[in-house]
């Protein structure tokens, strides 16, 4: 890999962290598109996608942990693992696609 594209990825993945680490302050408080669209359509609050047979549960629900959904700290967290699982599993993707070319 060049010194350029190594350059590139790690001000990506710092541009990421970042963004996850400020994202909990600046975020709407109000409801997403998705939980508005539930609002509209009369789905009950106590809803859930346990609900479903066959779906697990999110790791980590409402970009938080359980035991303390309101700990900025901890989304900030949840948000940086999901970030780093995310890219990591990127990355494995890419590299079995090279592998195989």
């Given at each position: ?39 509209d ?15 697990p ?8 942990f ?36």
């Amino acid at each position: 890999m060049d010194k350029k594209d190594t350059y590139l990825i790690v001000v990506a993945v710092v541009i990421c962290i970042v963004i996850c680490c400020l994202s909990p302050f600046i975020a709407s408080p109000d409801p997403d598109g998705l939980e508005k669209s539930a609002e509209d359509s009369g789905l009950p609050e106590d809803f859930s996608i346990e609900e479903i047979k066959g779906i697990p549960g999110a790791i980590f629900p409402d970009y938080a942990f359980a035991n303390d959904p309101e700990n900025q700290v901890l989304q900030i967290v949840a948000l940086v693992l999901g970030t780093i699982v995310t890219l990591v599993a990127g990355y494995g993707v890419a590299a079995i696609v090279r592998s195989r070319n």
